[in-house]
């Protein structure tokens, strides 16, 4: 099994910058894909990023050009670099890891991006 640990959502105003963290009980260079999504109240949860072992990324169109997804092998750990935040980035943020095939959320953290 893996478990997964986010920190970081705060409520911030628009134009600022967050980072959230998900630290993974297990080496993330064993994790096939490692994620990033998010649900809004009322919508259903949506992909925000990904970055595979092999640090190959994939972002949503939304967040292209303002959110960086990378991650740090020694801490076990997943970042997600949020730049230029809007209201409509108001979500829970979740982490998400596929481990032997086997798909892993961590329990999320709430992002408020006030105008």
């Known amino acids: 099994q893996v478990q997964l640990v986010e920190s970081g959502g705060d409520l911030v105003q628009a134009g600022g910058s967050l980072r959230l963290s998900c630290r993974a009980s297990?080496?993330?260079?064993?994790?096939?894909?490692m994620g990033w999504y998010r649900q809004a109240p009322g919508k259903q949860r949506e992909l925000v990023a990904t970055?595979?072992?092999?640090?190959?990324?994939n972002y949503a169109d939304s967040v292209k050009g303002r959110f960086t997804i990378s991650g740090d092998n020694a801490k076990n750990t997943v970042y997600l670099q949020m730049n230029s935040l809007k209201p409509e980035d108001t979500a829970v943020y979740y982490c998400?890891?596929?481990?032997?095939?086997?798909?892993?959320w961590g329990q999320g953290t709430q992002v408020t991006v006030s105008s």
């Open positions: 970055i595979t072992s092999q640090a190959n990324t």
């Open positions: 297990t080496s993330i260079f064993s994790i096939s894909v």
């Open positions: 998400n890891a596929i481990w032997r095939l086997l798909n892993y």
